[in-house]
């Protein structure tokens, strides 16, 4: 039978591939607004921690200004008078020294594995065993090994080259439980996560990359360091953000090796007493003392803030680096 110029003709699908179709969609909507969902729980839980922290926080925000707790060096919870600059002061010196000595070494470990070690199948599993190493062993560890070297070793050296009174390196009155040790501990607890991170990074970069550059003449260490680190430098900041995460927030590796009294510390030698110690350390004691608990939340709180200040900074770092390359 012959159709008509001017009708057109429809084809129409099966009824039943229709509805199959109608509940793919149906099911790939529901699993699209169901991740977004979760994600966003995922995100607003920082907002929650934080609020519950500052609700516990403000019985001793009500009895004195955040601003007299931050610059105060008094710590007598008894006689209600809470600073918390020293251990403000020694969080930020062990974080910062232990990623001084760990962040060099691991870089320089990580381009070694990627781009120069034969035996790479035989070494990255070991440093990866190392980062499972539970904290407790590492506090074990710098217990019977670090501060008796410290304090045996390194220390009478100190004295004689330098003497016992030299700036940052005052030996007077040490026990070898001290920021040093603290921070060595931390910098070997960090090292293999660092090192992890930024090998792969590494050789995730294409190996045509590298090619282009031996074929102009470039050196294996100038491919390393123009093609290479450029590449994957935005990689490198995010695992050194991540390790001082990790430093920033260990807590009983540190709390065994580093002293625990509250002062600021004026020598690498001297004994410190950081944020996460001073919390696993009386947090459910001692509780009977008015606004010890609130002192606790707002120590909580402020090593969130620390934390979150931190990763916030290097991304806008990221962002001024990477806009600035692309304007030129």
């Keep these: ?169 005052a030996t007077a009155n040490t026990t070898g439980y001290s920021l040093l040790a603290g921070s060595i501990v931390v910098g070997i607890m960090v090292f293999p996560i660092i090192v992890s991170v930024t090998d792969e990074l590494f050789r995730s970069v294409p190996q045509g990359m590298r090619e282009a550059a031996l074929a102009l003449g470039a050196t294996r260490w100038e491919v390393v360091k123009t093609v290479v680190l450029r590449r994957t430098r935005n990689g490198i900041v995010a695992a050194v953000v991540l390790g001082f995460s990790r430093a920033v927030g260990e807590t009983l590796a540190v709390l065994m090796v580093v002293g625990n009294v509250a002062q600021v510390p004026r020598s690498i030698f001297d004994a410190a007493y950081p944020l996460p110690a001073l919390i696993a350390n009386n947090y459910g004691e001692m509780m009977s003392i008015p606004l010890y608990d609130s002192a606790l939340m707002l120590a909580s709180l402020l090593l969130l803030g620390v934390i979150a200040a931190f990763n916030l900074g290097a991304q806008i770092v990221l962002w001024r680096v990477t806009h600035a390359e692309a304007a030129t």
């Design 1 to 169: 039978m012959a159709i008509p110029l001017n009708r057109t003709l429809v084809v129409r699908a099966p009824r039943r591939n229709t509805l199959l179709f109608a509940l793919r969609r149906l099911a790939d909507l529901l699993l699209q607004n169901g991740m977004t969902i979760l994600v966003g729980l995922v995100i607003s839980l920082l907002g929650v921690m934080a609020v519950v922290l500052l609700l516990r926080a403000l019985p001793v925000l009500v009895q004195q200004p955040l601003e007299a707790l931050l610059a105060s060096s008094v710590w007598h919870p008894s006689r209600g008078e809470f600073g918390f600059l020293p251990f403000l002061a020694g969080s930020g010196f062990v974080s910062l020294l232990a990623m001084t000595l760990a962040v060099p070494l691991a870089l320089l470990s990580a381009i070694y594995l990627a781009e120069y070690s034969r035996l790479r199948q035989m070494i990255k599993p070991m440093i990866d065993l190392f980062a499972s190493i539970p904290s407790v062993i590492y506090g074990l560890w710098g217990v019977l090994f670090v501060v008796p070297f410290i304090r045996d070793t390194l220390i009478p050296l100190v004295d004689r080259v330098f003497g016992p009174n030299a700036p940052l390196l």
